[in-house]
Structure formats: structure tokens, C-alpha cells
């Protein structure tokens, strides 16, 4: 008898720890699963150290979350000005 409930045994194959078959394409589809769970793991770990990255480097420049929120407004409508005073085109230039 099994000391792992059901449950356990289809998060591990879902993840792909446990085996699913001796067939090829079964260790094919064993070893995908395995390389697909260290990609998400990669990720959030990525995510991660990036958001720590982020917030270290607001608290080097005296900057909080909370204001770079309330500067949005302002960094949206310098957008909004910058792309409507676009330079003309090289073609527009000429024929005037």
C-alpha cells in the first residue's frame, strides 16, 4: 500500500515528480511537466527579486509606492501632451 493519498500522487505527476509510465513518450511527457514547474518557479523568483530590486531603489531615491501611484495622473497627461505635439515626418517637411 501506498503511503501517499491520491491527492499527493496527482500534484506530483501534474508537477512531474512521479512517474507516469516506462514508455518513451511517457518520460517524454514526465520530463516536460518537470521543466514546465521549474519555469514557474524560475519566474516567480524573477518576479520576485525584481519587485525587491524596485523597492530598493525607491528607498534609494527617497520615492515611496505610494507616491510614484499618486504621480501617475501627471505621467499620463505628459504623455498625452507629447504625443499630440509630434515632429512632421521627413516627407511632410519636404513638401512644404
Known amino acids: 500500500m501506498s503511503s501517499q493519498t491520491p491527492d499527493e500522487s496527482g500534484l506530483r505527476e501534474y508537477f512531474g515528480f512521479e512517474p507516469i509510465g516506462e514508455a518513451e513518450t511517457d ?3 514526465q520530463e516536460l511537466k518537470r ?9 516567480v523568483i ?3 527579486v525584481g519587485a525587491v530590486f524596485f523597492y530598493i531603489s525607491l528607498v534609494s531615491v ?4 505610494a507616491e510614484l501611484v ?6 499620463a497627461d505628459a504623455l498625452t ?3 499630440s505635439r509630434r515632429r512632421p515626418t ?5 513638401s512644404t
Open 46 to 48: 524573477g518576479l520576485l
Open 70 to 75: 499618486r504621480q501617475i495622473p501627471q505621467f
Open 62 to 65: 527617497g520615492f515611496s509606492v
Open 27 to 29: 518520460q517524454k511527457l
Open 35 to 43: 521543466r514546465k514547474t521549474f519555469r514557474r518557479l524560475y519566474t
Open 90 to 94: 521627413t516627407a511632410s517637411r519636404l
Open 81 to 83: 501632451r507629447s504625443t
